[in-house]
């Protein structure tokens, strides 16, 4: 039985998936400047005797597994390869060499993973029909996001997938089990900057001045009427300013004050309009104010929607694969992805990888300088994802 003999060889390469995901973490490279990670890849996909096509938005790398009658139909299968500006802190034999670089989203995890796919793949490549294109992504961590890059230069094309299928690590997920979620997941996420411009001076006369920090703090008070008194509250969305910089003293008042935020939606329409209100608002109140706001939205990623059918058969199969007890609902989620594009391109689907283990300690989340998985999860991951992929071939 196929689904037996991926599990079989899921187990058989456990050990060389962990040794590539430990070599990944202990070179992280950042988004956009992932060449080092893209040759490893390549001569990975090299020594089964595939043709990987590199370079695709700079450093991306596709390659194609084709089964018997491979024109049938092709699925899609996405991993992402690039790291994080942290310094990692865990005392481990494969911390980070890369001072200030770390994986510490799992995108180690997600490429060594994989790459166990592609041997399963091209051991079984007899057995199942159709085609399973293997994509490599560069920068998910920073946008414009490789995934909308990709998709610029055709990687959903030639052959044109109809489907595509996205792991991610979960750490609140127990290693052994994943989760799914049908229909939308993951928010958009634009960020902004506001330029707080007014007229500095000294703190013993601010008649003399137009104060910016005090201008400031009534934007960012403000500017949370755009989520409590505008957006619907059955429509989640967030409204978060993380940085401000004013450099002032005790007795200077600064000539302008900077502010980074971002905004999170689940609907494109309400999201278009959230961000004019905040531009509007920003401006107004600080006008009415003396001053003046220059405001900069950088579009982020839109919102991530798992395409129902398809998430539907994918658990199903997952169900199969790890039995029912192992598989478990996701709840929305404000966090982004730049998988999003594919989302709205192709049915797609995104489901979480477990990989937390209190009892070895490993309980820190994503972002964090001391993320880490139970590395059990590679057992799971390989042959569940190449079992998904054979499943939705065998669907014609």
């Keep these: 039985m196929l689904l037996d003999s991926i599990k079989k060889l899921s187990i058989s390469y ?3 998936n962990i040794a590539a995901r430990r070599h990944l973490h202990m070179h992280p490279e ?12 390549i001569s990975k996909l090299t020594e089964l005797g595939l043709k990987p096509i590199e370079g695709v938005a700079g450093t991306g790398v596709v390659v194609l597994i084709e089964g018997k009658n491979p024109e049938t139909k092709t699925v899609a299968l996405r991993a992402d390869m690039d790291a994080l500006p942290i310094q990692e802190l865990n005392p481990v034999s494969y911390k980070s060499q890369n001072p200030g670089i770390m994986h510490a989203c799992g995108h180690d995890v997600h490429t060594a993973s994989l790459l166990g796919t592609a041997k399963i793949l091209n051991e079984i490549r007899t057995e199942f029909e159709g085609s399973v294109k293997l994509i490599f992504q560069p920068g998910e961590e920073k946008t414009p996001g490789g995934a909308s890059l990709m998709i610029k230069e055709g990687v959903l094309e030639n052959p044109k997938p109809q489907a595509i299928i996205g792991q991610h690590v979960m750490p609140l997920v127990a290693a052994g089990k994943v989760g799914f979620r049908e229909g939308m997941y993951m928010a958009s996420s634009d960020e902004i900057y506001l330029k707080v411009i007014g007229k500095g001076g000294h703190g013993a006369t601010p008649e003399l001045t137009i104060d910016p920090i005090l201008i400031a ?6 500017l949370q009427q755009v989520i409590s008194r505008n957006a619907s509250p059955k429509q989640p969305t967030v409204l978060t300013f993380g940085k401000i910089t004013g450099d002032g003293a005790t007795n200077i008042i600064p000539n302008e004050v900077k502010i980074a935020g971002t905004f999170r939606a689940l609907n494109e329409q ?11 608002m920003a401006e107004g109140i600080a006008e009415s104010m003396g001053g003046k706001c220059e405001v900069e939205i950088s579009p982020g990623y839109p919102y991530l929607e798992n395409n129902p059918a398809l998430t539907q058969g994918l658990r199903q199969a997952a169900e199969e694969y790890l039995g029912k007890e192992n598989v478990v609902d996701l709840d929305l989620t404000m966090g982004s992805e730049d998988f999003a594009y594919y989302s709205h391109e192709i049915p797609a689907s995104f489901y979480r990888l477990g990989t937390g283990n ?6 820190s989340y994503v972002h964090t300088p001391t993320f880490d998985i139970d590395e059990e999860a590679l057992n799971v991951g390989p042959g569940l994802m190449a079992w998904l992929a054979v499943n939705e071939l065998m669907k014609g």
């Design 270 to 280: 309400w999201r278009e309009e959230g961000l004019k209100k905040i531009k509007k």
């Design 217 to 222: 703090s009534h934007i960012i008070i403000a």
């Design 358 to 363: 209190s009892a070895k300690g490993i309980t």
């Design 30 to 41: 950042l988004s956009y400047q992932e060449y080092n990670t893209a040759k490893f890849v």
């Design 14 to 16: 456990a050990q060389d």
